[in-house]
T-cell receptor, first 114, second 111 residues
Framework: DADVTQTPRNRITKTGKRIMLECSQTKGHDRMYWYRQDPGLGLRLIYYSFDVKDINKGEISDGYSVSRQAQAKFSLSLESAIPNQTALYFC?????????????FGEGSRLTVL | LAKTTQPISMDSYEGQEVNITCSHNNIATNDYITWYQQFPSQGPRFIIQGYKTKVTNEVASLFIPADRKSSTLSLPRVSLSDTAVYYCLVGTPGGYQKVTFGTGTKLQVIP
């Protein structure tokens, strides 16, 4: 089983619908991240969390919200999806620490908003 | 924040050594240099990390000159399965929240 699991892997929805992407991890890491990737572009950080009580906005948080239900679970919500939120979404985890610890990514959730 | 610049794409034949250079002129004293590999429709995967001089693991080598303003990822004898996008990241202390992935270098290995 994957250490970082994302569900759903693929989702097609309509404009205005609420969507939740879920991420769970078995690595025991405190830090979790949500990234978005558009075709031909790098990853952009949406939100990150350093522990259950710590939630922070990333570079492109507008239109998104998150919930850290437990150390192992970090969910990304689109309250009212719009077509330009069509993208590949990745969840990632890392250990605590001041250095750049290795990021462990999930397999991605491909979201299409019609 | 340290900005990185790397070639958009590179082609290489199978069996050759590939060197991908990344420029990071404003790297800070505490920054580490980290490289990730990403295959299509998969999450990036950590390859190697270094602070100065040379680091080698079973997958790649990372060369960092004394001034640390650039770094070179070296992939020995590439195969078709090394076709991927390679990202050079320069990290400020505290983690990835201030790190930009950028567009990376798309390496195409040719038979």
């Amino acid at each position: 089983d994957a250490d970082v699991t994302q569900t759903p892997r693929n989702r097609i929805t309509k404009t205005g619908k609420r969507i939740m992407l879920e991420c769970s991890q078995t690595k025991g890491h405190d830090r979790m991240y949500w990234y978005r990737q558009d075709p031909g572009l790098g990853l952009r950080l949406i939100y990150y969390s350093f522990d259950v009580k710590d939630i922070n906005k990333g570079e492109i948080s507008d239109g998104y919200s998150v919930s850290r239900q437990a150390q192992a679970k970090f969910s990304l919500s689109l309250e009212s999806a719009i077509p330009n939120q069509t993208a590949l979404y990745f969840c990632a985890t890392s250990e605590d620490g001041q250095a750049m610890r290795e990021l462990f990514f999930g397999e991605g959730s491909r979201l299409t908003v019609l | 924040l340290a900005k990185t610049t790397q070639p958009i794409s590179m082609d290489s034949y199978e069996g050759q050594e590939v060197n991908i250079t990344c420029s990071h002129n404003n790297i800070a004293t505490n920054d580490y240099i980290t490289w990730y590999q990403q295959f299509p429709s998969q999450g990036p995967r950590f390859i190697i990390q270094g602070y100065k001089t040379k680091v080698t693991n079973e997958v790649a080598s990372l060369f960092i000159p004394a001034d640390r303003k650039s770094s070179t990822l070296s992939l020995p004898r590439v195969s078709l399965s090394d076709t991927a996008v390679y990202y050079c990241l320069v990290g400020t202390p505290g983690g990835y929240q201030k790190v930009t992935f950028g567009t990376g270098t798309k390496l195409q290995v040719i038979p």
